[in-house]
């Protein structure tokens, strides 16, 4: 909102109808009774394969739907199950145990891929090994659901001819009547609290979003800024102190300046428009998936706030019935340790059309053991799928077969590239924006 | 070494002549006691074939150990695939989620498992799976 010195009429900041849909991410009566994660499996493979056996007899009609216990040699049949993929890079557990006790930790490489990496499908009845040319080991990774149809060799493996892929969930209509422009901004990895952060850089941010910069056509564009959504890392605690033992005196301040720093811009924003802030992986928050909303307690000033709203990691939430969904980033992390793809925006597709948002959760990636459900399966196909704290901003408009749109958005860290995601929520365009200080 | 009886050696049966039946029907401590199913793992295989899981130490199979049709109604229910693992989720939630699944579980488990809630004589191993402590 801003006066102009002419004295034309103020500038009002445009509203959307928010709705937040995080509830099934938020552990509220769950009990941790000693369970292992066999049941979030479970719950997967149940809930995957009724849409696939619905999607079945439209992919190949005339073929029997087994059991992998009930295969038999040669028969050719469609079985459906969860995929395992045998890597051998892949760090165990166990490996600690068998190995000599060393001081020096445990090599870290980017990327677990390894020529030998093969598939192995599993359902209530057993496990069989997936052979042939058409599933190609690198494109995939544990904890997905497919169909594939083929024969058992004489080997006892199982000879893929074809897979099947549950596809983009149904989307409902995106409303398409709107007339104005209505921008949703996305930053993510600020790290507030390093040496990375350039203070600076994020006021020009600030000030560009709530109007205080700029002439007057540069405020009627910031007016149309609806919701602000910070994507994870707002902030970075040394993960020192993550282990556990009590923090010296001298090191508090090392703990709650960068969190009292960032609640400073925070109250500015907050009294400007709507923020919606996620946690990631260096926040204050849990590290499994998925990530409880960041404390209020944490941010004194903009808690005051209407605005603030802290949400989960997925976040997954409605702007004027444009339905949206995304994460801090470690969904599409984990993919890329363990899977190849052209770039991040492929992970993302792919996950869309496995129907999971964090497939490799539990295996590589920290899970909560959930018994009844498991959060992350897709079920409607959102408008709008974004991904913080990447290398670089990416963008896509993904087309599904049934008339699904998704725009895809790949988000940079702020803290190495000062660039912003800027969304128009009458037609999905999306573009950057770019902050610098260097003169 | 000595090259006598080596099959004295190693005892094959236990001296006193076989195992002796419990004195109590505890099932949730450690026993390596022998356990009768009819069906095992239910995914394909026939629904009434008699198998002996487990063989106590002395070679002989036990005699059949002293918990009711309830239990063994229970048990069942625990081993069925269908309904999922059974380790780590109590009898009754594991019901009430196959129950919302849309699996169809059976009615009289259910009707066992609220008549032991209710009743005065609750023994409270009876919510936990089979394999419970065990694994």
């Known amino acids: ?439 | 070494m000595s090259s006598g009886d080596i099959k004295g050696f190693y005892r094959q049966k236990k001296k006193n002549g076989g195992v002796t039946k419990p004195s109590s029907s505890s099932s949730s401590s450690k026993k390596s006691k022998s356990k009768h199913y009819t069906g095992g793992a239910s995914v394909g295989a026939p629904s009434a074939a008699p198998t002996p899981a487990l063989v106590t130490r002395g070679g002989a199979i036990d005699l059949k150990e002293e918990y009711g049709d309830e239990e063994e109604a229970l048990r069942q229910f625990d081993m069925d695939m269908k309904y999922g693992p059974c380790i780590g989720v109590g009898r009754l939630e594991r019901w009430e989620r196959a129950a919302a699944m849309g699996l169809h579980p059976p009615p009289h488990v259910r009707e066992v498992l609220v008549g032991l809630a209710s009743g005065s004589t609750a023994c409270s191993s009876k919510f936990k799976c089979l394999w419970e402590g065990l694994v």
């Not at chain 1, 849409?51 to 295969?71: A, M, Y």
């Not at chain 1, 709507?274 to 926040?283: F, L, R, S, T």
Request: net charge negative; with cysteine; glycine share 6%.
């Open chain 1, 1 to 439: 909102m801003a006066d102009s010195e002419m004295g034309e009429a103020t500038l009002e900041r445009k509203l959307a109808v928010y709705r937040n849909l995080d509830e099934r991410f938020v552990i509220r009566e769950e009990k941790y009774k000693g369970q292992q994660f066999s049941h979030i499996y479970f719950m997967r493979l149940h809930h995957m394969r009724s849409q696939l056996q619905s999607l079945i007899p439209k992919w190949k009609p005339h073929l029997p739907v087994n059991t992998v216990l009930g295969l038999e040699e040669g028969k050719e049949c469609i079985i459906v199950g969860t995929l395992y993929k045998h890597m051998k890079l892949k760090p165990s557990i166990l490996d600690e145990y068998s190995k000599e006790r060393s001081a020096i930790p445990l090599v870290k490489p980017h990327n677990f891929m390894s020529t030998d990496d093969h598939l192995i499908l599993e359902d209530e009845s057993g496990r069989v090994k997936l052979a042939g040319p058409m599933l190609a080991p690198s494109a995939f990774v544990t904890g997905i659901v497919i169909a594939v149809h083929g024969k058992e060799t004489s080997e006892g493996d199982f000879f893929v001819e074809d897979f099947l892929e549950a596809g983009l969930a149904p989307q409902v209509d995106r409303p398409l009547d709107s007339r104005e422009d209505k921008f949703v901004a996305f930053v993510s990895g600020l790290s507030v609290g390093t040496n990375a952060f350039n203070p600076l850089q994020f006021q020009l941010l600030v000030d560009h979003v709530t109007g205080h910069l700029g002439d007057e056509n540069e405020q009627r564009i910031s007016s149309k800024i609806v919701q602000l959504v910070i994507a994870g890392n707002s902030m970075h605690i040394s993960h020192g102190f993550f282990s556990g033992q009590t923090v010296a005196p001298k090191d508090h301040a090392k703990l709650t300046e960068p969190i009292r720093e960032l609640d400073i811009f925070l109250t500015q924003l907050v009294a400007a428009l709507p923020v919606d802030i996620m946690p990631g992986c260096n926040d204050p928050a849990n590290y499994s998936l998925p990530q409880q909303p960041l404390h209020r307690c944490l941010f004194a000033g903009a808690s005051a706030y209407n605005t603030f709203v802290s949400c989960t990691n997925p976040h997954h939430f409605e702007l004027d019935n444009v339905q949206f969904v995304g994460t801090s980033g470690q969904n599409i992390d984990d993919l890329y340790k363990y899977s190849d793809a052209k770039d991040k925006i492929e992970f993302m597709e792919r996950t869309l059309r496995w129907r999971h948002l964090a497939p490799t959760a539990p295996n590589t990636l920290g899970c909560y053991p959930y018994v009844d459900k498991d959060p992350f399966l897709i079920e409607s196909c959102p408008h709008v799928y974004f991904v913080g704290n990447q290398e670089k901003y990416e963008t896509r408009l993904l087309q599904g077969p049934d008339k699904q749109l998704v725009r895809l958005i790949s988000i940079p860290r702020f803290c190495e590239t000062g660039v912003a995601v800027m969304l128009n929520l009458r037609n999905l365009e999306c573009h950057a924006l770019s902050f610098s200080t260097n003169l």
